[in-house]
């Protein structure tokens, strides 16, 4: 039996919003315009999300720093933007480790600096 994908409906709409901002803008912008672009189409097609909202990490449950996200969307999915030749590993280990200091189970990296969007998957079941 097929496993349903974690918030299908909703990671289908984000990845929309990607698609459509990397169509329209391409590779050659900042990281912040992406982000200002992502926001207003996120806006758009009236999906809640929340900017750089701050995130405790916690160690031996005890908060020990904080994460930024480029956007919590429907408090669910972490959105992270990217505009870099490639995702190298250490960026992806960066949004690995994040997610599984926080109560969230998805990640979404988007890197919109190739002539492809790319867009990387994440899940971490907390134990």
């Given at each position: 039996m097929a496993k349903e994908l974690l918030y299908?409906?909703?990671?289908?709409?984000?990845?929309?919003?990607?698609f459509k901002v990397h169509n329209e803008l391409g590779p050659v912008h900042k990281e912040k315009v992406y982000?200002?672009?992502?926001?207003?189409?996120?806006?758009?097609?009236?999906?809640?999300?929340?900017?750089?909202?701050?995130?405790s990490v916690f160690y031996d449950n005890e908060a020990v720093g904080t994460y930024v996200p480029d956007f919590i969307i429907d408090d669910k999915v972490i959105l992270e933007i990217k505009a870099v030749p490639c995702l190298n590993k250490q960026m992806q280990d960066q949004v690995w480790y994040y997610i599984r200091s926080t109560k969230y189970r998805l990640v979404l990296?988007?890197?919109?600096?190739?002539?492809?969007?790319?867009?990387?998957?994440?899940?971490?079941d907390h134990p």
């Open positions: 299908k409906d909703l990671t289908y709409k984000i990845r929309g919003v990607l982000q200002r672009a992502v926001a207003k189409e996120l806006k758009n097609q009236e999906l809640v999300f929340e900017r750089e909202k701050r995130i990296l988007a890197n919109f600096g190739t002539p492809s969007l790319e867009v990387k998957r994440r899940i971490y």
